[in-house]
């Protein structure tokens, strides 16, 4: 992931009697804001990339904390997939909604 280029913005200020200006204010212009858009859509990208690992990290604790309370030592695995497109299901019960498969 990139820097991310913190601006500190001001605000322009003017002595409204005298007309003397006490602050420049940061000016406003496509490149900060641009340096915005990019900022927040790196950190987007990184996040839902760490909630997908998340996932797939709860699923596999899940899977080893219920095999070992029930005493299963072997033949545990993990397989994740996109999608259920290319796999047909012989054997065993796919929940739709907690996206799970039971064999």
Do not use: C
């Given at each position: 992931?990139?820097?991310?280029n913190?601006?500190?913005?001001?605000?322009?200020?003017?002595?409204?009697?005298?007309?003397?200006v006490?602050?420049?204010?940061?000016?406003?212009?496509?490149?900060?804001l641009?340096?915005?858009?990019?900022?927040?859509?790196?950190?987007?990208?990184?996040?839902?990339?760490?909630a997908?690992?998340?996932?797939?990290l709860?699923?596999?604790?899940?899977?080893?904390?219920?095999?070992?309370?029930n005493?299963?030592?072997?033949?545990v695995?993990?397989?994740?997939?996109?999608?259920?497109?290319?796999?047909?299901?012989?054997?065993?019960?796919?929940?739709?909604?907690?996206?799970?498969?039971?064999?």
């Amino acid at each position: 992931m990139l820097d991310y280029n913190r601006t500190v913005w001001q605000d322009h200020i003017v002595d409204m009697s005298t007309g003397e200006v006490i602050q420049e204010g940061t000016p406003i212009a496509a490149r900060p804001l641009n340096n915005i858009e990019e900022g927040v859509a790196s950190v987007t990208e990184a996040a839902n990339q760490h909630a997908t690992l998340i996932g797939d990290l709860r699923s596999e604790v899940e899977i080893l904390k219920n095999a070992s309370l029930n005493n299963l030592t072997s033949n545990v695995f993990l397989e994740n997939f996109a999608n259920l497109d290319s796999i047909k299901l012989s054997t065993g019960i796919y929940d739709t909604a907690a996206k799970k498969i039971y064999v």
